[in-house]
């Protein structure tokens, strides 16, 4: 069975969204959206990996994958919860009104319609695609409610007084969320909605996180970047306030992109065995990886690093999982693992106008920012962001934890107060820089 460290990538084609994250009987599940025979987008199903420290990681083939009516052309994105030790797998269903007739795994025109679904497994390895799923929420008819089409990638939790669910949708080109109760977990009745010209112009994959000051919304908006290049589609974040029994939402402040990097979207949370909130996201790559040592084949997409989601002295930080941050606990000879294809940490102090270049890779301080330009790794392609940068910083240096593989560079500013990250194609093993340490797992 393939296996990935640190991060998970796609076994052979493609993935994107994480779905179902959930630790669950002394390990980590984490699904996501698969296409299973091409590296490209198609007809999506879950796949499934494993793993009991957020390190190492077993992919466990297909979990689902289209067997009704209603989900026949995709089993799209959603999450997972433990209700009376069973595990339910929360998705949306995708229906096309008719497929591509050179390909059915595109729907004609972009047309189709969504509801939203689950699956009841005993163990959380069981799936039985045709006896246990079942249609929760139907097609939605009224557009006061919600769009028959782009009403997806539902987030369940428990409350008090029954579960609540969170769906990303649209109305008249603007973005909104929906939100829906019940009392079981599989009777869902419509409750509330949140717009806002934030919201893009359709809102995906959503997620609502209680902290002990309010709560933090996450959410991908569609079309929220206008410069041409790369992706216009990002995670964002804010802090909210929210109220279970109205379902009741209200943002504090602006949205902030999750990522200053611009790669990552789609990001998914949960509660890991201590009870702390951790978050993954996917990380978009614009062309296959051809070669791989272990054989898996062309692929494409990989995850995040898992990152905390804390609140310091007002402000959302991500730092990198402390149990990620340990498992780097081998001496490396710079960047030298990764021609044995180990990711590297490193550890640097950047001040005004100090600079790393990292196989190709170069990161600098220059006005109060930390800004990263991956030119030199991605030659010959086309309308890619070349460049990125965080806001201006507070102080005159930074602390940088950096985490390098072959395909990805992530750079966590201050503990987490920004993240930078980046993929990358071709990284070089040389090092040049005020590096104070380089760690190996």
Not at 91 to 99: E, Q
């Amino acid at each position: 069975m393939t296996t990935d460290i640190v991060h998970l990538r796609a076994p052979g084609n493609w993935i994107n969204d994480p779905n179902g994250f959930i630790y669950y009987r002394g390990e980590y599940h984490l699904f996501y959206q698969y296409f299973p025979y091409a590296p490209r987008w198609g007809t999506m199903h879950w796949g499934h990996a494993v793993s009991r420290d957020l390190i190492h990681w077993e992919h466990l083939g297909v979990a689902l994958f289209p067997t009704k009516d209603y989900d026949r052309s995709g089993v799209f994105s959603g999450s997972a919860l433990e209700i009376d030790g069973k595990l339910r797998l929360y998705y949306s269903a995708v229906k096309y009104d008719r497929p591509n007739p050179e390909d059915i795994h595109v729907a004609e025109g972009d047309r189709f319609e969504t509801s939203q679904a689950m699956v009841i497994s005993p163990d959380g390895r069981q799936f039985d695609n045709w006896a246990d799923k079942r249609q929760i929420i139907p097609v939605l008819t009224d557009p006061a409610v919600g769009d028959r089409k782009d009403t997806r990638d539902p987030k369940v939790w428990r409350e008090k007084n029954g579960y609540r669910m969170i769906l990303g949708s649209t109305r008249d080109g603007a973005g909104r969320v929906l939100f829906f109760r019940s009392q079981d977990g599989e009777n869902w009745t419509y409750a509330n909605q949140y717009a806002s010209p934030e919201l893009g112009r359709v809102l995906e994959c959503p997620d609502l996180m209680k902290t002990e000051d309010g709560y933090i919304f996450v959410g991908s908006p569609m079309g929220v970047t206008a410069d041409g290049l790369s992706y216009a589609d990002q995670a964002m974040y804010a802090r909210a306030d929210f109220d279970p029994d109205a379902c009741a939402l209200s943002l504090r402040e602006p949205l902030s992109y999750l990522d200053w990097g611009l790669d990552l979207y789609a990001p998914q949370s949960t509660l890991d065995k201590n009870g702390r909130r951790v978050l993954v996201g996917w990380m978009r790559m614009p062309r296959p990886v051809e070669n791989w040592p272990d054989g898996r084949g062309p692929w494409n997409g990989m995850m995040s690093l898992p990152r905390l989601v804390q609140v310091r002295d007002g402000r959302v930080c991500f730092p990198v999982h402390p149990d990620v941050d340990a498992c780097f606990d081998k001496p490396a000879d710079g960047l030298a693992p990764l021609a044995e294809y180990k990711p590297v940490r490193l550890r640097a102090t950047l001040r005004e106008g100090d600079a790393l270049n990292m196989g190709g890779y170069r990161i600098r301080m220059a006005d109060g920012r930390i800004e990263a330009d991956r030119s030199a790794l991605f030659g010959g392609l086309q309308g890619c962001r070349l460049t990125a940068s965080t806001p201006a910083l507070e102080g005159d240096g930074c602390r940088l934890d950096i985490f390098v593989d072959p395909n990805l560079v992530e750079i966590f500013v201050n503990q987490g107060e920004y993240v930078l990250s980046h993929v990358v194609y071709g990284l070089g093993t040389q090092l040049e820089g005020p590096v104070e340490e380089a760690r190996t797992v």
